[in-house]
């Protein structure tokens, strides 16, 4: 029995529309796994940014300290105010390891993410800036996402589903041969006495009951609705998070530009104090005030790039 024609290149078209829509599945992983890449390297960036922070805040605080046993020598400082100093510089110390154990374990599962040795060491750049002015976004390429392609994907398998399902409810047609063994007759005589019967066949099978397929055109109808549906919503989720994408990098500008602001009004009030040591008047309370505010905003503007950044390949991800 042969299919009608046509039923068989129906077949592989239905196996290629399927077989298109798994390949996207591939493609979003990949995008995925990029992304996750992305977002494990500016955190690493930004633990290893801020362990040179406090480097350098242990740094000044040790500068601090020197000037505070000076003062001590002179009666202008008490020793209470070199062990605060000292009590600061171990609790910088301590955040210090504390950020060395989130790099190792951050590390492993960038290492992890690119399919290699959890221990090999992550080289990360000194430094990353926010550019003055943002890439331009083409928030059109939205629906290009291979998110939203799937679907397309899946809609198209199901009409080949449904035009492989009107090939099948037409008739089939038979093509064979029908052999027959023919013993002699001895006792009668005729030309074909003995002859073997060979009898080519033809038949047409026409299916009588068709309420299989129109079920089945029916299921694919309401799965095509189905999957319409189910593009819109994501549409509508990927629509919201890209929005929301452009409002926090929006934001991590906004915080970078702040703490650039708070850490120059800082520095200054630094440079006050430390032009007031010349008089001997300097308040180590006051300078360790300062100093936490530094590296409180330093820490903020490190996040805030970190947030910039991470930001932004979740933007390429979703239109790029």
């Known amino acids: 029995m042969l299919p009608w024609f046509g039923t068989i290149t129906a077949r592989e078209n239905y196996a290629n529309a399927l077989a298109e829509a798994e390949y996207v599945e591939i493609t979003i992983a990949k995008r995925k796994l990029a992304l996750s890449v992305a977002q ?27 000037l505070a046993l ?17 009590i600061r510089q171990n609790e910088l110390l301590q955040q210090k390891e504390l950020l060395q154990e989130e790099f190792l374990a951050e590390q492993s599962i960038f290492n992890n993410l690119l399919n290699r040795e959890s221990v090999k060491q992550v080289q990360v750049v000194d430094s990353l800036i926010i550019p003055k002015i943002d890439p331009l976004l083409d928030e059109a ?29 037409l008739p089939m047609l038979g093509f064979g041969v029908n052999y027959m063994p023919v013993q002699e007759r001895p006792d009668m005589d005729f030309s074909d006495n003995g002859k073997d019967i060979l009898m080519p066949m033809v038949s047409v099978s026409i299916p009588l009951f068709d309420n299989r397929y129109n079920s089945r055109s029916r299921q694919n109808e309401l799965r ?9 919503q994501r549409l509508n989720v990927l629509e919201s998070a890209l929005a929301k994408a452009k409002s926090l990098r929006n934001q991590a500008r906004i915080s970078f530009d702040t703490q650039n602001k708070n850490l120059a009004q800082a520095k200054d009030a630094e440079k006050i104090l430390l032009k007031n040591y010349e008089t001997g008047t300097i308040d180590f309370n006051d300078v360790l005030d300062i100093q936490e505010l530094q590296l409180k905003f330093q820490t903020q503007q490190i996040q805030a790039i970190k947030l910039y950044y991470v930001q932004s390949a979740y933007l390429n991800y979703l239109i790029n």
């Open 40 to 66: 494990s390297y500016y955190q690493l960036y930004a633990i290893q940014t801020r362990q040179d922070v406090i480097d350098r805040n242990i740094e000044l605080l040790q500068t601090y300290e020197k």
């Open 70 to 86: 000076t003062s001590v020598e002179v009666g202008n400082a008490s020793a209470v105010d070199v062990l605060r100093l000292q």
């Open 224 to 232: 095509q609705q189905e999957i319409e549906s189910q593009k819109q």
């Open 141 to 169: 390429a939205l629906t290009l996402n291979p998110e939203l392609v799937k679907y397309d994907k899946l809609y198209e398998s199901i009409e080949q589903s449904e035009f492989l399902n009107q090939r099948e409810s």
